[in-house]
């Protein structure tokens, strides 16, 4: 996508100070590694875990499947996923806040993907969890195409800021 090549992963660190207010310290929170070109939220990661909030990463299961989160530290050791990601070898978690890689959002709480599905169906199968998705400001789009299997996001989170979503 050429929007988001010219964008600086290191813009993650901009979310900081946008995200941590509105995280519950006593929340489970999965975040995620980023693939090249995505946003670096590792940033935000480290401040979750220095104020002693717990955090979790996903575990890419076999395709079909929803999402497994273990638990990270930064002293952890990762290991490495297919499509270019790591996960830690911590124990598993069920996150009460799922902050959500993405290509393209719009206020809706509409997210485009990578296609396979896993956070569609890991938000289907944690229907209390709130979704709040991680992205460079520039990929808001006016409106994103969805079907009947699209799970929408509460808020997302870009280098400018917080935008709750207008959810249907």
């Not at 990762?78 to 978690?93: Q, Y």
Request: hydrophobic share 45%.
């Amino acid at each position: 996508m050429v929007r988001r090549a010219r964008c600086d992963p290191a813009a993650g660190a901009f979310l900081v100070p946008h995200l941590l207010p509105m995280l519950d310290i006593g929340a489970v929170v999965s975040g995620f590694w980023p693939m090249p070109g995505e946003i670096d939220i590792r940033p935000v990661l480290l401040a979750l875990h220095a104020r002693g909030s717990t955090v979790a990463l996903p575990e890419t299961p076999p395709r079909g499947n929803p999402l497994i989160f273990r638990h990270w530290t930064p002293d952890r050791p990762m290991i490495r996923e297919r499509f270019g990601t790591f996960r830690p070898d911590g124990d598993v978690l069920v996150p009460d806040i799922l902050l959500v890689p993405l290509l393209a959002f719009d206020r809706q709480g509409r997210r485009l993907g990578y296609g396979g599905g896993y956070y569609d169906r890991t938000l289907a199968a944690l229907p209390d969890a709130i979704a709040i998705g991680c992205a460079f400001a520039s990929l808001e789009l006016d409106e994103v195409p969805v079907d009947e299997y699209d799970a929408p996001l509460h808020a997302v989170a870009t280098e400018r800021g917080v935008i709750l979503c207008e959810r249907p």
